[in-house]
């Protein structure tokens, strides 16, 4: 009886010439049982490694390191000071971009403010002026940057400081207005400030 089985077995797990009429489900169905311990050992060992990488790529996201602001301390030190400029001629309120060092690292606060104005003969009406801190900054030579919301928390707009020279710099702006209505509009706004004395 042993030999039957054995023989049945041997003959189910033989694959050529003669098996031409098994059609191409059975013969998926017998490469699919056959596993190799090397093919489970494999797939363990890819499986770790893909742990291993998102494990170090959450790490690298929880404790990002900034190095370009760290080797330009002193170009950093350069924009350090009060900056003072009107973007507009007509404007009533002057921007102010204020630099300082904290330790190594260059911060930086700006004056955001709200005016309206309800009609054309109406006088203009301060509703919001307050300084808030500007976030991380990227310096490269005479170039600062830094990203920030704009009209409102799904709107961004990428900043720009040039150096133009020890009392004077450029600030350059692009953000995006999005209305439901009408496809987005990218706004270029630019302006010179000068370093209060």
């Avoid at 010439?17 to 489900?25: F, L, M, R, Y």
């Avoid at 005016?115 to 002026?129: F, N, Q, T």
């Avoid at 300084?131 to 991380?136: G, H, I, N, S």
Wanted: some cysteine; glycine content about 6%.
């Amino acid at each position: 009886m042993m030999r039957l089985l054995l023989h049945k077995a041997a003959q189910l797990n033989i694959v050529g010439v003669s098996d031409a009429d098994i059609p191409e489900e059975k013969m998926l169905k017998f490469q699919a049982r056959k596993t190799r311990p090397a093919t489970r050992f494999t797939s363990a060992c890819i499986g770790f490694t893909a742990l291993a990488l998102a494990l170090t790529g959450a790490g690298a996201t929880a404790f990002p390191i900034n190095l370009k602001q760290d080797r330009n301390v002193d170009a950093a030190k350069r924009f350090v000071g009060t900056w003072k400029g009107k973007s507009r001629p007509d404007a009533i309120l002057e921007n102010v971009l204020i630099f300082k060092m904290e330790g190594d690292r260059l911060k930086g606060t700006n004056r955001a403010f709200e005016i309206r104005k309800s009609g054309p003969d109406s006088e203009p009406e301060i509703l919001r002026d307050e300084y808030v801190p500007l976030p991380d900054l990227n310096i490269e030579g005479k170039t600062l940057t830094w990203k920030a919301k704009w009209m409102s928390s799904d709107q961004e707009t990428l900043r720009r400081v040039t150096l133009i020279s020890e009392d004077e710099i450029l600030f350059e702006s692009v953000g995006m207005m999005r209305s439901s209505d009408q496809p987005p509009l990218i706004i270029p706004i630019s302006y010179k400030l000068k370093r209060e004395k």
